[in-house]
């Protein structure tokens, strides 16, 4: 009986494992089935991860609105998104619209224009992110403004236009690609994590608003998007709570994983996806229920940088 069973654990193992790969496989093609025909409008579609959303979301067939403030690298990836599309699978020409959403005079008239585009607009995708590190009191009120302008008032505004065509309609999901800094902040990021904690509270309000409409409000929070060539140093870490954190932290996610997380919530209408590890999810537990503690920490980590940065 005891050899059988050790025989059948491998088989058991194998087993699993296949119904595992199945139900993957199974989830990332309805899930890109879920976008065919859609009007899918992507911000920021020049940086890593708005050209992963835009590839992702163009072999799932939808229809593209590329938003971005280059018009070359604009350029660029419609051609790549056109040479690497299957002939067998139905997908459509992306359409591009110069927009920079830092400078919120143009935000309104440019999203007329994406509107005009296709004539309605299924799902929005904001992904913006301009970061800034510092501490507070060197980053001038001019910074922090153009911050806010690009993580927070572009988005909004964007929104806003885009909104009541989703309401007559009765039908949209609005994604909006934030940072955990969204949920606490970290020192000499004061602006940035500001500028997260506002975009993450008006979705959060909007969300109970348009939800007798059937317009979903999702939030996608990973902790860092990295670039795709980087990845965490190898370096020489001690043992301080303050490092073992931030480097666990830094570590990031990939864009590719994080465009197909973004496909996932669209697909299953996820309301709020936070995407970390551990240690940074363990962190917001110690921040909401133990505040004070959390705050010591910081504070030490603070202290001690300083003091390197004093030694040096």
Known sequence: MGIMA???????????????????????????????????????????LG???????????????????NWEKLESLYDALISVADPSKQTFTPKLVLLDLSDISCVQDVAKEVLDCYGCVDILINNSSVKVKGPAHAISLELDKKIM????????????V?????ISRRTGQIVLVNNIQGKFGLPFRTAYAASKHAALGFFDCLRAEVEEYDVIIS???PTFI?????????????ASIWKFFFRKLAYGVHPGEAAEEVMRTVQRKKQEVLMANPIPKAALFIRTFFPEFFFAVVACGVKEKLDVLGEG
């Open 226 to 238: 990295r670039s795709f060539h980087v990845y965490p140093e190898q370096g020489n870490w001690d």
């Open 219 to 221: 939030t996608v929070s």
């Open 149 to 160: 302008d690009a993580n927070y008032f572009g988005p909004i505004t964007l929104t806003k």
């Open 162 to 166: 885009l909104l009541p065509n989703m």
């Open 51 to 69: 050209k992963e959303c835009a590839r992702v979301f163009h072999t799932g067939g939808a229809r593209l609105v590329l938003c971005g403030k």
């Open 6 to 48: 050790v025989l059948m654990l491998p088989l058991l193992l194998l087993g699993i494992s296949g119904l595992l790969f199945i139900y993957q496989e199974v989830s990332r093609l309805w899930s890109k089935s879920a976008v065919q025909n859609k009007v899918v409008v992507i911000t920021d579609a020049i940086s890593g």
